[in-house]
């Protein structure tokens, strides 16, 4: 049974940083390209940031490039992100995903129309709010 338990959200003024953690369980971590994933209140969800297999590329969303690091540690089937600089426009819930394909280049990541909403293996998320 695919297990994904995001943690290490919580409220932080702007400015700060948060360190997210998504544990895993129940497929093969590493042989899996492994995503961020948020949906701020009342809005869709979306990609924040992708790490290849090996850990050796990176990509973000232009609006947390040079603030999030993404990383890896394939030996504890673990995912994490490294959040600094935070703003009020990163207040939303942070997901870890793991869909089969590849969706990332060198000039970024794109997915198709609707396909975050019909991806259905998530865990609970965790709440990252920014506020003074």
């Known amino acids: 049974q695919v297990q994904l338990v995001e943690s290490g959200g919580g409220v932080v003024q702007p400015g700060g940083s948060l360190r997210l953690s998504c544990v895993t369980s129940?497929?093969?971590?590493?042989?899996?390209?492994m995503y961020w994933v948020r949906q701020a209140p009342g809005k869709g969800l979306e990609w924040v940031s992708a790490?290849?297999?090996?850990?050796?590329?990176?990509y973000y969303r232009n609006s947390v490039k040079g603030r999030f690091t993404i990383s890896r540690d394939n030996a504890k089937s673990t995912l994490y992100l490294q959040m600094d600089t935070l703003d009020f426009e990163d207040t939303a819930v942070y997901y870890c995903?793991?869909?089969?394909?590849?969706?990332?280049?060198?000039?970024?990541?794109?997915?198709?129309?609707?396909?975050?909403?019909?991806?259905?293996?998530w865990g609970q998320g965790t709440q990252v709010t920014v506020s003074f």
């Open positions: 790490i290849d297999r090996d850990g050796d590329r990176e």
């Open positions: 995903a793991h869909p089969p394909g590849l969706y990332c280049s060198g000039d970024g990541c794109r997915f198709p129309d609707g396909f975050w909403e019909k991806y259905n293996s």
């Open positions: 129940g497929f093969t971590f590493s042989r899996y390209w």
